[in-house]
C-alpha cells in the first residue's frame, strides 16, 4: 500500500474548477498503483481532490452495503475500522444509486428526502456525491460536511478518477471482488479461490463434467461465449486440447474429466489449447476436486492461465541466441578469453579476419604483443585499469596488417570475477572499425563544409526541430537580419513565434506539424514575417525534410528569400486584375472571388449573403444618341452613386456593359438585403448631367440571398433570372428570387437537357403544314416546323422549348436541323417548295447565307424551292447586315418573306428597306377575321400594302371556310391552316 500521501487541492473545488495538473497527478498514480492498492488509492484521490470528509468503497451484499474500502480525513484509523462494517441499503442514498445505475448528488442533506447515508462515521453529513461502477452492485461515495461542497464538478471529478483507475477492466472488478471476499459470510474460502484464480480463466464442474459457474476471463480464453460455456460437459466441450508436442488430448483425458474420474489434484499442466475459431493458446492448467461429506469428488475447480507469450518468449529465447551469433558474424566481431596465469586461449574463428591473421594462426601472449605492435604497451595500460577497477574498457587503435597497410580496430577488455570478486578470466571483443573511422572523418569535413554553406549563405537558412514546438536549431545570420534580430543562437534563441503573427501562430504550428507527418520531401510557402520592429517583410520559404535512413524525419532545413520587392509589384498587377478600368470598382474576378469567400464564411452562422445584379434600362439609347464619350461618363457616375448608396462592408463591382453587382454581407434577413437594393435603385434616379445633358437613368435590379443558394454560381443565376423578371415586367424596379422563379430556373433547366439530348441523340422531327393558293385552292408548298419525341411526354410543340432554346443560343442548332432536313426532303419530293424559319441568334452569326448555299449543294435542290421565313425582330438585330444577308440569299434563288407580320414593332418600313418576297400575316389578325369591320379592313389593308411593294401574301391561322372567303375578298394570295391540313411528317 502507498505510504505518499496525497497532495491537497491546489486549485478551488467544488463550484469551482479543479485544478487539472491536481487530477492528471491523481489519474497517473492511479494508473500506476499495484493492483492490490487501487481501491485505497482511488478513496484517497477522491476524498484529497474534492476536500471531502471521507471517501469510501461499498459493495451490496443483500440488504446490507459492505465497505470494502476507505480513507478519512482525520489522521486516525476511523476509516480503516469502518473497513468491513455493513449498513442498511434500503431507503438511502446508496440504494437509490444502485438500483437506477446513475450517480446522485446532495447538495444538502437538510433539503433532501432521504435521510440515511452510507457513511456512519461522519456525523455531520451535509453534502454527498455516490457513482456507480461498472462492477454492479458496487458505489463509491464522498461525504463531505459542508453545504454545497459536492457538486456536478465533484461528480465528474469522481467518475474520471474512477475511469483511471480501471473501472469496468478486469483490474479494478478484481480488486472489488478480493476485497469484498474477504467479508463475505463465506468469505476465507472465496477469498482464497478469488486469489488463486486472479488473471486466470475459472470453471467449476459438477460431478458429471457438467459446468456450472466459471468467471468472466474463462469464457473468453476458451474463444466461447458465457451461454456456450454454462451448462456444457467435458465430453461436449467446443474447444480441443493437445499435448505441447501436438498430440491430440481424447477429452476423457482433459483434466477435469480426469480429476473427477482420480479425485487427485494437478498443478501447472501445460497443454495446447484450439478454440472454436481455430486459434492455438500454451496454457497452464490447475484442477482442484472437491470432496463433500462422503469423501466423493462433488466438483472441480479448474483455473487456466494463458502463457502463450511466456512459452513463446522461451522460444524465442533460443533464437535469439542463435541471432546473437549470426549478428556477431554479420558485425564481425571476434572474441578472445584465457585464464589468467596461463597462456590457455579460446578464441571465435573472426579473431584472425580482424586482425589480418592467415586462419590457423597461433593465438598466445606472443602472438597478440606481435599483432597490436607499438600499440601494445597502451592495451597493457588499459588492462592494468581493468584489473584495478574491476570495470570493463574500451580502446581504439590501429595495427599493422601483414602484408602492408593498417586496421584501425576496437577492442573491449574485461574480467570474469568468481563468487569472492576474484579475477579468474579476461577476456575481449575485437571489432574493424576502419570504415567507421573513415566515415567519421568525412562526415567532420562534411560538418564543415555545410556551416560553411549555412553561416555564410547570403539568403535566410533555418534549422528547425521537428517535434511540433517550433525551436530553432540553427539560424544563420542573414535570417536574422531579415527579421531584424541580432545576437546568434546561443545568446538569442529563436522560436518560429519570434517572426509568425500572433493570430497565425496556432495555424503555423499545425502547418508545420502536418509537413512533418506526411511523406513529403519539401515544400513551398510565401507569407509575411513580423521583423522585431514590428513591420512586416515577404518571403519565400521552401522547406526541405531531413530523414535518417529508415526515413524518420530528423529536422527541417528552410531556405528564406526576401521577396518584397516582387510581391509589392505582384499585388499592384492584381490590383489592375480586379478593377474595373473605367469606373475603378471591381471588376468579375474580384466580385467572384469575394462571393465565394462571403458564402464560405455565411456556412454554420446565422448571416445572410445578397446579391443585387443591376442592369441600366435603355443604355444603348445614350450611346447611341450622345456618343460613346458620354456612355462612359454615365457609367462612371452610376458607380460613384452605387459606391455611396451602400453601406461598408458591401462590394459594388461592375460586370461589364452596363451590368452592376452588389455583393450585400452580415444582412440577418432578406429583408435588409432588399433595402440595401432599394437604396441603389433610389440613387440613380436623380438627373445626371452628362456636358450640359441631363439625363434620367432608370434600371433594372434582381435580388438573391443566400438561404436559397449554396453557391457562388447558384446566387449569380438566382440573381439573374429575378432581373430578368424586372426587365420582362416593365423594368425600373426591383424583383426578388423566390419560389416560383426556382420554378422556373429548374423547368428551363430540364428543357435545356432535354433539348440538348434531342439534339444529340436524334429526337427531333420535322413536321411539315401545307400552304395553298386561295384561287384555286391547290397546294403550292409547305411550311417546315419542328417537333421534340420525348421518351414519357410524347411528341412536344414549339411552344414547350423554344423560349429555352432562343435564351440558350440552341435555336441556331434547331435552324441548322431543320434546314438540313428540309432541304433534304426537297432532295427525296422533287417539284415541292418549302419554307424554313430562322431566328435573330442564326442572323447574328452572319454565315446563314453561306450555310444555305452549302446545304442545297450537298443535297442538289434549286434555290427556287426554299422559302426563307424572318422575324421582325430578327430584322432589327443588324439592319446593314440583315440586309446583306436578304440579298444574298435572293441572289442564291430563294424566297425571303417576313413572318408574324404585325406582332412586333412597327414593319411597315421593313417592307421597303429589305428586298422580300413574301409577307405572312400573323394569326392573331386572320382569327379576328368576320367579327367587325374593323379587323376585316386591317387585313384588307395589310394585303393591300404588301401588294403595293410587290409582295405576295400568305395568311396564317386559316381554320373556317368564312375566314378563306374573306380573305379570299381581300385579294390574299395564298393561306395555311387548320382548314387545309394540320402539321404532319413528310409523306
Request: net charge negative.
Amino acid at each position: 500500500m502507498s505510504s505518499q500521501p496525497w497532495p491537497a487541492p491546489t486549485g478551488p473545488t467544488s463550484r469551482r474548477c479543479l485544478d487539472p495538473a491536481s487530477v492528471a497527478a491523481a489519474c497517473d498514480r492511479l494508473r500506476a498503483a499495484a493492483a492490490e492498492d487501487v481501491l485505497d488509492e482511488m478513496c484517497e484521490a477522491v476524498r484529497s481532490l474534492l476536500d471531502g470528509d471521507r471517501a469510501a468503497v461499498g459493495v451490496a451484499d443483500g440488504h446490507e452495503l459492505v465497505l470494502v474500502a476507505s480513507r478519512s480525513r482525520s489522521a486516525d484509523q476511523a476509516a480503516v475500522r469502518d473497513v468491513g462494517s455493513r449498513l442498511p441499503v434500503e431507503g438511502s442514498v446508496a440504494g437509490l444509486v444502485l438500483a437506477s445505475g446513475q450517480p446522485h448528488v446532495v447538495h444538502d442533506t437538510q433539503q433532501h428526502t432521504r435521510g440515511r447515508f452510507v457513511l456512519n462515521a461522519v456525523e455531520q453529513i451535509r453534502s454527498s456525491v455516490v457513482v456507480p461502477l461498472q462492477r454492479r452492485g458496487a458505489v463509491l461515495t464522498v461525504v463531505s460536511s459542508v453545504p454545497g461542497a459536492m457538486d456536478e464538478a465533484s461528480r465528474e471529478v469522481a467518475q474520471v478518477l474512477l475511469r483511471a483507475a480501471g473501472d469496468g477492466t478486469d483490474r479494478l472488478r478484481t480488486a472489488v471482488d478480493v476485497a469484498t471476499a474477504r467479508f463475505r459470510a463465506d468469505g476465507e474460502e472465496l477469498y482464497r479461490a478469488v486469489l488463486e484464480s486472479l488473471g486466470e480463466g475459472v470453471v467449476v464442474h459438477g460431478n458429471r463434467g457438467q459446468v456450472l459457474v466459471h468467471n468472466e476471463a474463462a469464457p473468453r480464453l476458451l474463444g466461447l461465449t458465457p451461454d456456450e460455456l454454462v451448462g456444457r460437459a467435458v465430453s461436449d466441450a467446443r474447444w480441443q486440447m493437445l499435448e505441447p508436442d501436438g498430440r491430440r488430448i481424447p477429452p476423457e483425458e482433459y483434466p477435469a474429466a480426469r480429476a473427477l474420474r482420480t479425485g487427485l489434484p494437478e498443478r501447472g499442466r501445460t497443454l495446447l489449447l484450439r478454440r472454436p475459431d481455430g486459434e492455438e493458446r500454451v496454457m497452464s492448467v490447475t484442477t482442484l476436486p472437491r470432496r463433500g461429506a462422503g469423501d466423493d469428488v462433488f466438483s472441480v475447480v479448474v483455473s487456466f492461465a494463458d502463457v502463450t507469450d511466456a512459452h513463446r518468449l522461451a522460444e524465442q529465447a533460443q533464437v535469439q541466441a542463435r541471432r546473437l551469433d549470426a549478428a556477431m558474424q554479420l558485425a564481425q566481431l571476434a572474441t578472445w578469453e584465457t585464464t589468467l596465469g596461463t597462456d590457455d586461449w579460446t578464441f571465435s574463428d573472426l579473431l584472425h579476419h580482424v586482425t589480418g591473421q592467415p586462419p590457423g594462426a597461433e593465438v598466445s601472449d606472443a602472438a597478440v604483443r606481435a599483432w597490436f605492435g607499438p600499440a601494445y604497451p597502451r592495451l597493457l595500460e588499459e588492462w592494468g585499469h581493468v584489473l584495478r577497477d574491476h570495470q570493463p574498457r574500451q580502446v581504439t587503435t590501429e595495427i599493422a596488417l601483414p602484408g602492408g597497410g593498417s586496421r584501425t580496430v576496437s577492442v573491449w577488455l574485461d574480467l570474469t570475477l568468481d563468487e569472492d570478486g576474484v579475477p579468474v578470466r579476461q577476456w575481449g571483443v575485437v571489432q574493424d572499425v576502419t570504415e567507421r573511422v573513415t566515415a567519421l572523418r568525412h562526415l567532420q569535413e562534411n560538418e564543415e563544409m555545410f556551416r560553411l554553406a549555412f553561416d555564410e549563405a547570403p539568403i535566410g537558412m533555418v534549422l528547425l526541430d521537428v517535434e511540433g514546438r517550433g525551436r530553432v536549431l540553427r539560424s544563420n545570420a542573414a535570417f536574422r537580419t531579415m527579421i531584424g534580430r541580432g545576437g546568434d543562437d546561443t545568446t538569442d534563441p529563436l522560436t518560429i513565434a519570434d517572426w509568425t503573427p500572433p493570430e497565425e501562430l496556432e495555424q503555423d504550428m499545425a502547418v508545420g506539424l502536418a509537413f512533418v507527418e506526411s511523406d513529403r520531401g519539401h515544400n513551398t510557402i510565401e507569407r509575411a514575417f513580423v521583423r522585431a520592429d514590428g513591420s512586416t517583410v515577404d518571403v519565400l520559404v521552401t522547406a526541405s525534410m531531413a530523414r535518417d535512413v529508415h526515413g524518420r524525419p530528423l529536422h527541417v532545413l528552410a531556405h528564406v528569400v526576401d521577396v518584397s520587392e516582387r510581391v509589392a509589384h505582384a499585388r499592384e498587377l492584381e490590383h489592375l486584375a480586379l478593377t474595373d478600368g473605367l469606373t475603378g470598382l471591381a471588376n468579375r474576378r474580384r466580385m467572384e472571388d469575394q462571393l465565394a469567400l462571403a458564402l464560405s464564411r455565411s456556412h454554420g452562422r446565422h448571416g445572410l449573403v445578397g446579391l443585387v445584379l443591376l442592369d441600366l434600362d435603355h443604355f444603348k439609347v445614350v450611346n447611341d444618341s450622345l456618343g460613346h464619350g458620354a456612355g462612359d461618363a454615365l457609367l462612371v457616375d452610376v458607380a460613384a452613386r452605387l459606391r455611396s448608396a451602400v453601406s461598408p462592408g458591401t462590394m459594388v463591382a461592375r460586370l461589364g456593359g452596363d451590368e452592376f453587382v452588389a455583393v450585400v454581407t452580415g444582412a440577418t434577413t432578406a429583408a435588409e438585403v432588399h433595402e440595401a437594393a432599394d437604396r441603389l435603385l433610389a440613387s440613380l434616379r436623380r438627373r445626371f448631367d452628362l456636358g450640359g445633358t441631363a439625363v434620367v437613368a432608370s434600371a433594372s435590379l434582381g435580388v438573391a440571398v443566400s438561404d436559397r443558394a449554396a453557391t457562388a454560381s447558384e446566387l449569380l443565376r438566382h440573381a439573374d433570372l429575378a432581373l430578368y423578371r424586372a426587365k420582362e415586367t416593365g423594368r425600373d424596379r426591383v424583383v426578388a428570387f423566390d419560389a416560383e422563379l426556382r420554378t422556373r430556373a429548374d423547368e428551363r433547366l430540364a428543357t435545356e437537357a432535354m433539348l440538348r439530348e434531342a439534339l444529340d441523340e436524334g429526337g427531333l422531327r420535322l413536321f411539315l403544314q401545307p400552304v395553298v393558293e386561295l384561287a384555286g385552292s391547290g397546294v403550292v408548298g409547305a411550311e417546315a416546323l419542328v417537333r421534340l419525341q420525348h421518351p414519357h411526354r410524347g411528341l412536344l410543340l414549339p411552344g414547350a422549348f423554344m423560349d429555352v432554346a432562343e435564351e440558350t443560343g440552341l435555336v441556331t442548332c434547331l435552324d441548322a436541323w431543320v434546314l438540313d432536313e428540309a432541304v433534304a426532303g426537297l432532295a427525296r419530293r422533287p417539284g415541292t417548295r418549302v419554307a424554313v424559319n430562322v431566328s435573330a441568334r442564326t442572323l447574328e452569326e452572319g454565315t446563314l447565307v453561306d450555310r444555305v448555299a452549302d446545304v442545297l449543294g450537298r443535297h442538289g435542290v434549286e434555290a427556287s424551292r426554299l422559302g426563307i421565313e424572318l422575324t421582325e425582330t430578327s430584322l432589327l438585330t443588324r439592319v446593314a447586315g440583315v440586309a446583306q444577308d436578304v440579298g444574298g440569299l435572293r441572289a442564291l434563288g430563294c424566297r425571303v418573306g417576313l413572318d408574324d407580320f404585325g406582332t412586333g414593332y412597327s414593319a411597315l418600313s421593313h417592307l421597303q428597306a429589305f428586298e422580300l418576297d413574301f409577307l405572312k400575316i400573323d394569326r392573331s389578325f386572320i382569327c379576328e377575321l368576320g367579327r367587325g369591320s374593323r379587323q376585316d379592313a386591317v387585313v384588307t389593308a395589310v394585303v393591300a400594302l404588301a401588294h403595293a411593294n410587290d409582295l405576295y401574301v400568305v395568311a396564317e391561322g386559316v381554320e373556317t371556310e368564312e375566314q378563306r372567303r374573306l380573305l379570299l375578298r381581300s385579294g390574299c394570295d395564298q393561306a395555311q391552316g387548320w382548314l387545309f391540313g394540320r402539321p404532319a411528317p413528310p409523306a
